[in-house]
């Protein structure tokens, strides 16, 4: 079972994907700059460099 499916339908349309590493990554920036947790930071930096590796990195366009 995969955490994200890149192939999934609902992923088809590039601002899906690039809210869904956006989302991860400004909340780490809430997290690092105002409430000073830096665990919850790097939880949420992983979480957005994952979902950004997937949906555009290692994305395989089908054809």
């Known amino acids: 079972m995969k955490l994200l499916d890149p192939n999934d339908p ?19 920036a809430v997290e690092f700059l105002y409430i000073r947790d ?3 930071g790097v939880i949420f930096t992983a979480a957005g460099a994952y979902a950004a590796w997937v949906l555009f990195l290692a994305r395989r366009s089908e054809k």
């Open 10 to 28: 609902f992923f088809g349309k590039t601002w899906v994907r690039a809210v869904t590493v956006l989302a991860p990554l400004s909340w780490a």
């Open 38 to 40: 830096p665990l919850w």
